[in-house]
């Protein structure tokens, strides 16, 4: 008697009876491998019209599904990431912005100092393109296969406290270090109540040299104890913070303005 049940397929079993091209598509989709199901035969009759050898057209069909599959990784990473917008360095004019270090943001966009669990900040007056930065770098991090998590320091520490009240903050917790790359994006636009203070600087604290930090701030680090109220959090995350780190200069005119001002 068989053991399997009537839902597999084996090789030896059922080829006789099921048609070939409905055997390999079903093992083919087993193996996830949603390329060669889609591509083999369009890619066998170019093949044969070129006379091209069995090797060569499994080599491609094998290229295909590999691009494919990175393509998909990186929009699964892009997804994931939750970017409220999707920008590049592609659109950003760093012609707008002298004070900005472009060769150390060109480095930024390689990644390394992922890998390397450092940190960034980036501080500037509003409208200096920290966002769009931040969101350029996130997006390369996700083209390098890291996994991104984008958010603001109100919306993260709304959802520390929330998860602390329906008792899930050490899977929270457990969640912000696994991320390889964290954003935190407007940091000092709203101050932190002694709770929400708490909960951030225990993020920091467990990261540290655990993953890479990017945080952008409208506010010089000398103003930093007005958003985290005590002067003491603040002094040991801003150790912690700026040991390994990438400081981006981004004061200046703001982009906003500026354009209106070029429009009229
Ligand atoms: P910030 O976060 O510093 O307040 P944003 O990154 O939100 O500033 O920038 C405001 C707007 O101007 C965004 O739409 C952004 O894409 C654009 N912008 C800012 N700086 C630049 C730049 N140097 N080149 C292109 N676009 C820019
Ligand atoms: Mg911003």
Redesign the pocket.
């Known amino acids: 008697m068989s053991t399997l049940d009537s839902t597999s397929l084996e090789p030896t079993s059922l080829a006789t009876t099921v048609p070939p091209q409905v055997l390999l598509n079903h093992h083919l989709k087993k193996l996830r491998l949603p390329t060669f199901v889609r591509e083999h035969e369009k890619v066998a009759f170019e093949c044969a019209q070129g006379e091209i050898d069995y090797q060569r057209y499994l080599l491609r069909l094998c290229e295909l599904e590999h691009i494919d599959r990175e393509r998909r990784n990186i929009e699964r990473r892009i997804k994931q990431a939750h970017f409220p917008q999707v920008?590049g360095l592609d659109?950003?004019?760093?012609s707008?912005?002298p004070s900005l270090n472009k060769p150390m943001v060109l480095e930024l966009a390689r990644c390394e100092w992922i890998a390397r669990k450092e940190s960034c900040i980036a501080l500037?007056n509003?409208?200096?393109?920290?966002?769009?930065?931040a969101l350029a770098l996130g997006l390369a991090a996700c083209q390098k296969n890291h996994s991104v998590m984008f958010t603001t320091a109100a919306a993260l520490v709304h959802e520390l406290m929330e998860a602390r009240d329906e008792r899930r903050l050490r899977l929270l917790q457990k969640q912000l270090v696994r991320v390889e790359l964290l954003i935190i994006d407007e940091l000092g636009y709203v101050p932190f109540t002694a709770v929400g203070a708490e909960l951030l600087f225990e993020v920091f604290s467990r990261r540290y040299e655990q993953g890479a930090t990017l945080v952008?701030s409208n506010l010089p680090f000398d103003e930093w104890t007005s958003v985290f109220g005590s002067e003491r959090l603040t002094g040991a995350l801003l150790d912690r913070l700026t040991h390994h780190s990438h400081i981006l200069e981004?004061n200046g005119e703001s982009?906003?303005l500026e354009s209106r001002k070029r429009k009229k």
Request: net charge positive; aromatic share 16%; proline share 0%.
């Open positions: 920008k659109t950003f004019d760093f707008a912005i500037g509003a409208g200096t393109g920290k966002t769009h930065t952008t981004m982009y906003r």
